[in-house]
């Protein structure tokens, strides 16, 4: 049954066979997308969704100052997929001397437990001593009124801050994220 | 480009006996819906393993965002019907082609039984069939409760007190399958590990199995 086939004149246009495999792979091809199609944008859904970054306001303009970190309790609310929690934050809150607001964690940055301030007989917040702000309980850290640490201080890194913002009213808002400072 | 990665790959390995020992076979011509279009009925059971496979798929990415959880399996059900991108389509593959794969698998019997190709020496392989249609409503039974609504609770609610019914061992395969007294926590967590790892293991083997046999023994001959 031998078809002698001449690889020399060339065939015009589709050899059945290449038709049939070309058919078969397209449909093959066709059926794979529909089933799978789906399913790749179902597996990168989370690269849709920006950062979770939200802000809550703690107070209006005129309450701070540049001369002590007043300390504010704020909540913000956090989408973790379908789990939604109110998660509750202190910041040690302060005007900087270019205008903006510097808005610091109150956990140390040591072993985590929360920083104390003192308050003056007027009710506002003093110094400890030697520009000392912000003392740890746990373990004795020490920050400055800026939240650096002092050099004989277990924390390795100034208090974590959060972003602040100022809207059109003359609210302050900070941010649901804590950043590292490398000072 | 893909001709020379499979060459340099044929060359070290000699992968093409491999191949072409499972997918060169004959068709034969009753069988074949160019020859005669009646001759679809033929298909069933290939199309009943391809919904089986876009099951395993789906399923497969359904368990990404899915916690079989009391507390967040509904809610997370629900986070993927509305808010995964594709979600409500990802899921609704998995929800409509769990009562197509029954349906193909019911078709596909129904040939075997009117040609008569359960017969000696095929029989063996209509009981593997047999087992796989069981392994298969025990996956629809499971898949049901999986979302956690009242629809699915009641269901199985209703499932598990049909087996309580049976005599003497009815208690005790209601036990089993509850996971305890109270239909709950324990059911749902049961539920899922039998719906996404002993089923589909044991689903498997027996296709495996049932094709391994139908390939050793060959299409059954024509009406």
Redesign the interface.
Not at chain 1, 41 to 45: H, I, Q, T
Not at chain 2, 83 to 87: C, N, S
């Given at each position: 049954m031998g078809v002698s086939v001449s690889y020399t004149d060339k065939q015009k246009g589709l050899t059945r066979r290449q038709f049939l495999t070309y058919a078969l792979g397209g449909t093959g091809a066709f059926?794979a997308v529909a089933?799978?199609g789906?399913?790749i944008?179902?597996?990168?859904?989370p690269l849709?969704r920006g950062t979770t970054e939200t802000f809550s306001t703690v107070g209006t303009e005129s309450e701070f100052n540049t001369s002590y970190p007043l300390a504010k309790d704020f909540t913000l609310k956090q989408k973790d997929?379908?789990?939604q929690v109110d998660n509750t934050y202190t910041a040690f809150i302060i005007k900087q001397q270019d205008g903006t607001y510097l808005a610091m964690s109150n956990i140390c940055t040591h072993l985590g437990c929360a920083v104390s301030q003192q308050l003056g007989s007027d009710g506002k917040p003093t110094a400890f001593s030697n520009g000392i702000w912000f003392q740890c309980p746990c373990h004795g850290s020490q920050f400055s009124l800026t939240g650096v640490q002092t050099p004989v201080s277990p924390a390795q890194r100034p208090l974590d801050i959060f972003l602040t913002k100022v809207d059109s009213t003359g609210q302050v808002l900070v941010g649901s994220k804590k950043h590292q400072r490398t000072v | 480009m893909f001709k020379k990665t499979y060459d340099w790959i044929d060359e070290r390995l000699n992968v093409t006996p491999l191949w072409r020992d499972v997918a060169d076979h004959d068709v034969p011509a009753h069988v074949n819906p160019a020859n005669q279009m009646s001759a679809f009925i033929y298909c069933f059971g290939g199309l009943t393993f391809?919904i089986v496979?876009?099951q395993i798929?789906?399923g497969m990415?359904l368990a990404?965002?899915y916690v079989p959880d009391l507390y967040?399996a509904y809610?997370?059900v629900?986070?993927i019907t509305k808010?995964?991108?594709?979600?409500n389509?990802?899921r609704g593959?998995h929800f409509w082609g769990a009562s197509l794969v029954i349906i193909m698998m019911f078709l596909h019997m129904l040939r075997v039984f009117f040609t008569g190709s359960y017969k000696a020496p095929r029989d063996l392989n209509w009981v593997v069939g047999v087992l796989i249609f069981m392994v298969v409503m025990v996956f629809g039974f499971t898949g049901y409760l999986l979302p956690w609504d009242q629809k699915a609770y009641w269901a199985t609610a209703v499932g598990t007190n049909i087996a309580n019914t049976v005599p003497i061992i009815g208690p005790y395969v209601r036990t089993l399958l509850v996971g305890g007294d109270t239909l709950g926590a324990v059911t749902l967590t049961r539920f899922f590990a039998i719906h996404v790892f002993f089923l589909p293991a044991a689903l498997l083997v027996l296709l495996g199995l049932h094709f391994l046999m139908i390939r050793k023994q060959g299409i059954a001959g024509p009406l």
């Open positions: 059926m089933a799978v789906p399913l944008p179902f597996a990168v859904d849709t997929g379908w789990i | 391809l496979v876009t798929l789906s990415f990404m965002y967040n809610t997370s629900q986070y808010e995964v991108l594709l979600g389509v990802v593959m």
